[in-house]
């Protein structure tokens, strides 16, 4: 039995100094007093949010007022002593506030209560009957409830009965199926592995070309980061020169510096992660459809072999010329899926969208060196090279803003008034930063031709050859082999080809009449004095779809004109 004092002395540590009774959800405040949060939250309603301790009167926020959890324990801990404990003769039962004897209970609250109690403002409005009464309640509820756990645990037990002859059926059926999977599969074994065999050919397929582009992915980013570098070094290298040679072509270079961006190359082609899913489809399927039609899968496997091989490119079967040997055994390794004509803006990449690189790129610095047998005049002239002229003209719809265009879209120069940080155009078909603009029609086959007239202060300053239909056109823009540009930089009386590595090959050429000629099917463009006839530079390329006309202006005053 408890120790009544002590019961008492802890029943004094928890009643609250507001209305003396046991902590009804305590709540301790910034003072560390201890109060009811009814009572606290009652007492000293100012209009600023504030209250007083009762105790100390310090001011405090009712916003930090913070549940007592340790008083709350406590208190919960000290009402579920049994009142027998603390006095052992039920008529000694006494109320601690008004010393009167129980004799009835509080249905709202749970608590025994004095006849002054009842008469109280906290108690007057509650439901309370004698202590007799509510126990004979009580017990009828306790009573009912016991009744109601006792069919619940029938219940369950029931259920339970029932699930575990469930869980056997269940079961069995999944070891009968697993049998009947195995005895059905050994018998279908040899076509499943045919079809095995297949899908494993085109995942193998998958993987190598996946490494391939790997490699391109590679590439592209060194490239645009060896761009990078070289900007940085020239910058460094014009600090240290003396203030005449560091303001020569200064503002090329920072801009260039500025206007460079990187541009995030797509490191797996969306034609490869395509015929992932289709190997993963029709493996899903083949379960079903073998089920469906045994007799026929050889056959349907056959359709469906054909239908792969025909959907690919038979000329991309083969590697481009010189970029990498060729398989001596016909194998689904050599597929690859034919490019068609996009009208729509491709990202901007400096990957092309297939396997094949844009150009066959001398490694070594020597073998660089080399590609100057494509310079000089020992070729075919213009005339003996170009009987007929494809009709050129400008796609303005490619055209950066600050860049003019005639009428009769053949001929383009520089705004006077353009800005360089002129508004981006929300047309994605459009160059930006740089004042670039495609020509029109684009070329998928065949040889065409067109001569490019230049006009400005000293000739002119413009870069004009070709640009492949993947080639980007927001942001920095690596004008080189590799990015899908083939084109010579004139400048006055320079003339440069835009060579591997952002590198510039110099071409002792002052011209002012450019001729172009494209063959697609032999993979060249070549660049000749029209004016004279002679032949200046040839790049031997590989080309992923469509290419363009493509042209460049870099001072302003500079005027190009298109023929025929």
């Known amino acids: 039995m408890a120790n009544t004092e002590l019961i008492n002395t802890l029943q004094e540590e928890v009643i609250c100094p507001i209305c003396i009774e046991i902590l009804q959800d305590p709540v301790t405040i910034d003072c560390g007093h201890n109060f009811c949060m009814k009572c606290i939250t009652q007492s000293g309603e100012t209009p600023d949010n504030l209250l007083k301790c009762p105790l100390c009167n310090k001011t405090v926020k009712r916003d930090t007022l913070r549940p007592n959890w340790l008083l709350v324990n406590l208190v919960e801990k000290i009402q579920a002593m049994s009142p027998v404990e603390v006095h052992p003769q039920r008529n000694d039962l006494k109320c601690q506030k008004h010393q009167e004897k129980y004799h009835y209970f509080c249905e709202y609250d749970g608590m025994f209560l004095c006849t002054v109690c009842c008469n109280s403002k906290e108690h007057k409005s509650h439901q309370f009957s004698l202590i007799e009464e509510a126990a004979q309640k009580y017990q009828e509820k306790i009573q009912s409830e016991l009744k109601a756990l006792e069919q619940k645990a029938k219940t369950i037990g029931e259920v339970n009965t029932q699930g575990r002859q469930r869980i056997n059926v269940f079961m069995a059926l999944v070891e009968h199926e697993r049998q009947r999977v195995i005895t059905e599969f050994k018998h279908l074994h040899q076509i499943l592995n045919e079809e095995k065999k297949f ?30 570098n070289k900007i940085a070094d020239n910058l460094k290298a014009k600090q240290q020169m003396s203030p005449s040679d560091m303001l020569w072509d200064i503002k090329v270079i920072l801009y260039r510096s500025q206007g460079f961006q990187f541009l995030h190359p797509n490191p797996v082609n969306p034609d490869l992660e395509k015929k992932l899913t289709e190997a993963k489809s029709r493996h899903s399927s083949i379960t079903e459809i073998f089920k469906k039609y045994r007799d026929n899968l050889q056959s349907d496997g056959k359709k469906d072999k054909s239908r792969f091989v025909g959907s690919m490119n038979e000329t991309l079967m083969k590697s481009c010329s010189g970029t990498e040997p060729a398989s001596p055994h016909p194998h689904p390794t050599g597929l690859a899926r034919s490019l068609s004509t996009r009208k729509e803006l491709p990202p901007p990449l400096h990957l092309p969208r297939n396997r094949m690189s844009y150009v066959e790129v001398p490694r070594s610095r020597s073998r660089s060196r080399d590609s100057s047998k494509n310079t000089g005049s020992t070729g075919p002239t213009w005339r003996e090279e170009v009987k007929v002229l494809t009709p050129v003209v400008l796609d303005a719809a490619s055209a950066h803003p600050s860049l003019v265009l005639s009428q009769d879209l053949k001929r383009v120069k520089l705004n006077s008034a353009y800005s360089l940080d002129a508004e981006e155009p929300a047309d994605p078909a459009s160059f930006y930063p740089f004042r670039c603009v495609l020509g029109s029609p684009g070329f998928s086959s065949g040889r065409h031709a067109w001569e490019v007239e230049l006009q400005g202060p000293g000739g002119g300053a413009c870069v004009v050859g070709v640009a492949s239909e993947h080639a980007a056109r927001r942001g920095f823009l690596a004008i080189e082999p590799m990015a899908g540009f083939w084109c010579l930089r004139i400048v006055g009386f320079e003339c440069q080809a835009l060579t591997e590595d952002n590198m510039r090959e ?33 790049f031997h390329a590989c080309f992923p779809g469509q290419i363009f006309p493509f042209f460049r202006i870099l001072f302003s005053d500079t005027q190009i004109t298109l023929s025929p």
């Not at 790997?214 to 761009?227: K, M, P, R, Y």
């Not at 110099?506 to 697609?520: K, S």
């Open 506 to 538: 110099v071409l002792p050429y002052r011209l002012n009449r450019v001729g172009v000629c494209v063959d697609h099917d032999r993979g060249e463009v070549a660049f000749y004095d029209t004016s004279t006839g002679k032949h200046i530079y040839t």
């Open 199 to 228: 899908l494993l050919s085109r995942l193998a397929w998958l993987s190598q070309e996946g490494a391939k582009g790997s490699h391109l992915f590679a590439t592209s980013t060194e490239a645009q980061l060896i761009a990078l």
